[in-house]
């Protein structure tokens, strides 16, 4: 097979089967994305849970202190008198009974959808249609919650949900390419750090399998799952 340009590049100067430390592997993502757009830097963290079983289920949400570097359209579902305090916030669509009716009719052009709890009996009707798209809101994520203001603020700085998938995997967006080493560094060791927290009770043997961090169109590197640099990304 024949190996590309970057390819080569890669192959000479990099040992991808090499634990590397957060700073080190993000110098390397950085290195290696070279496409002509700003890509996204992701992490994806294997982990020993089985997700089949309620209490081995690994979700949450994490600020990240840099957010993703991605605008997020936020839609704000509430009754009349709620809705300037979301307006005020910056949401980017607010309303109730005229969303519903759109969201019904196939319209889903948002990020993550906030509610206020006096909704949620409505907007419930509508969960084979947010569901799959991972859209419904939900309390442990603060996407129900009466300070809709906050709630705005906080996902547009860049609040994020995150949630194990049925290979034990936490996939998330953790920056952008053109984002200081620092930066994502800085990101990169609050996101794990909240996966260490939610480790759960039921979870037996190695919690963290792996580490990787990547860009979008780059190779992955692996972090050193040992997490001795984790707390302070040395």
Known sequence: MKLTKKQKDIKKNVELNKD???AEAVALVKKFAKAKFDESVDLAINLGVDPKHADQVVRGTVSLPH???KTVKVLVIAKPEKQQEAIDAGADHVGFEDYLKKIQ?????IDVIIAA???????GKLGKVLGPRGLM???????VTPNLGQAVKEIKAGKIDFRVDKN???????????FS???LVDNVTVFINMILKLKPAAAKG??????????????????DRTLADIKTAA
Do not use: C
């Not at 009719?105 to 052009?109: A, K, Q």
């Not at 809101?137 to 996407?143: D, F, I």
């Not at 190695?206 to 972090?223: A, E, H």
């Open 117 to 123: 709890p006096d909704t949620m009996s409505e907007l």
């Open 137 to 143: 809101p939900n309390p442990k994520s603060g996407t």
């Open 105 to 109: 009719e196939g319209w889903t052009d």
């Open 67 to 69: 957010g993703t570097g």
């Open 168 to 178: 034990g995997t936490v996939h998330s967006a953790i920056g952008k390419a053109s």
């Open 20 to 22: 590397y430390k957060i």
């Open 206 to 223: 190695t919690y963290v399998k792996s580490l990787t961090v990547s860009s979008t169109m780059g190779p992955g590197f692996r972090i």
């Open 181 to 183: 080493e620092q930066q």
